[in-house]
């Protein structure tokens, strides 16, 4: 049995001017603080360590660290979005637990 071979074309000149382009996707940090900065002013617990996040992720990305910056990222974001859902969620409990005990409140007067 003979094996066949497949002929493979060499490269045996490269142009002065080549470059090799490498393409990284970078995260949107700034899109990421504006969420951070919400989220402080719905659910402060939450809201100051995606801020912190936030900031790492944009040290990250100027030191070159892509991957890094991108979980910083993505945990951020994460912890802005669950802050802003559990700052309505509190203003639309509260507003209607405060509602709930005034309508009591004024109908014990009758």
């Known amino acids: 049995m003979a094996s066949q071979q497949t002929e493979h074309p060499v490269v045996t000149y490269q142009p002065e001017n080549y470059q090799q382009i490498v393409v990284v996707q ?9 969420l951070s900065w919400c989220s402080c002013f719905m ?13 790492r992720a944009q040290t990250q990305l100027q030191a070159g660290n892509v991957h890094g910056a ?3 990222v993505r945990m951020g974001r994460i912890l802005a979005i669950t802050g802003i859902v559990i700052g309505t969620l509190l203003m639309l409990g509260g ?9 009591v409140i004024s109908t014990l007067g009758h």
């Open 95 to 103: 507003g209607a637990f405060l509602g709930f005990w005034i309508y």
């Open 26 to 34: 970078v995260p949107n940090t700034r899109a990421n603080m504006v």
């Open 70 to 72: 991108h979980q910083s």
């Open 43 to 55: 659910c402060f617990a939450l809201g100051i360590p995606s801020v912190v996040l936030g900031y």
